[in-house]
């Protein structure tokens, strides 16, 4: 932390891969439900959807579960980048099961009805049914948390206030902490503010809900352009490496990371220590 700066009194965390390993919950997720629908003789199945996902890997459903990711990413920058919206504020929860089913029609694993049932009515040519497609889009409320997560947390509760600051929205965000066990002292999404990040309104909005000045906040993440937004919002950082997760290592030596903790490191628990050496604690 800058030697001017007050002590910090919270941390504010990404989730999605900072907490919780999203690629490995949402990959296997995605190969199990798919052998089960390959197992099945459910008179739906698509001959041409099951020819197609009888071919695929598990790493193939990995790119599946990358390419999920990286619409996420689009949707909530977009929204993230227009300070006035005309449309009405969607959820990730929301995108998510859009995305999906966007994904599938692409890889030519489901096909649009073409008569004028609605999806919700009768199911589509593919692989899985309406329903199953919205509970398989739902798998992102249980995530696997890092090893060190947990064990982490609660060291790092002894000296500051806790608080998740994801794009989440906060039905998924509480599905997921209690999932994983992930004892935060406070559970905040871009939701509260009617955005995401890296919109200055969810970091300024956290700080001010929590009753803060922005200088006693700290964000923590594995993602160094989420460290650089909060950094110029007034924020501290503390990068915390984790594997596959760096979208921007070009990035790296921007000079907006005050505490960094390497992958060789043991996470949120190291994180936990040097904080404790810089604040005294």
């Not at 190969?31 to 099951?50: F, I, M, P, V």
């Not at 197609?52 to 890997?57: E, S, Y």
């Not at 406070?186 to 503010?193: D, N």
Request: hydrophobic residues 35%.
């Amino acid at each position: 932390m800058p030697s001017s700066s007050p002590r910090p009194k919270a941390l504010f965390f990404d989730v999605f891969g900072t907490c919780v390993d999203w690629r490995t919950s949402v990959t296997e997720e995605l190969y199990t439900k798919a052998q089960t629908a390959l197992g099945s003789t459910t008179s739906w199945n698509d001959d041409r959807a099951r020819m197609i996902a009888g071919a695929m890997t598990h790493e193939d459903w990995g790119e599946v579960a990358q390419e999920w990711r990286d619409g996420y990413l689009k949707f909530t920058r977009e929204v993230a980048s227009n300070p006035s919206p005309t449309e009405p504020y969607k959820t990730v929860d929301e995108h998510h099961v859009e995305s999906l089913r966007t994904i599938l029609t692409g890889r030519g694993l489901l096909f649009s009805r073409k008569d004028s049932l609605p999806a919700k009515v009768a199911h589509d040519g593919s692989l899985w049914d309406a329903a199953q497609i919205y509970e398989l889009s739902m798998v992102w409320h249980h995530l696997t948390p890092w090893p060190d997560t947990c064990s982490g947390i609660l060291e790092l509760n002894k000296m500051f206030s806790t608080v998740t600051l994801s794009n989440g929205n906060l039905d998924l965000l509480n599905d997921m902490v209690k999932h994983g066990n992930m004892q935060f002292t406070h559970i905040y999404s871009s939701e509260m503010f009617m955005s995401y990040k890296p919109s200055p309104k969810v970091y300024l909005g956290a700080a001010a809900k929590l009753g803060l000045k922005p200088e006693e906040c700290v964000m923590v993440a594995a993602h160094l352009d989420d460290l650089k937004a909060a950094k110029s919002n007034g924020f501290s950082t503390v990068y915390v490496e984790r594997p596959r997760e760096e979208r921007h290592p070009e990035m790296k030596g921007g000079g907006f990371v005050d505490v960094w903790v390497e992958m060789g490191e043991e996470g949120f628990v190291t994180a936990a220590e040097k904080l404790r050496e810089l604040v005294g604690a």
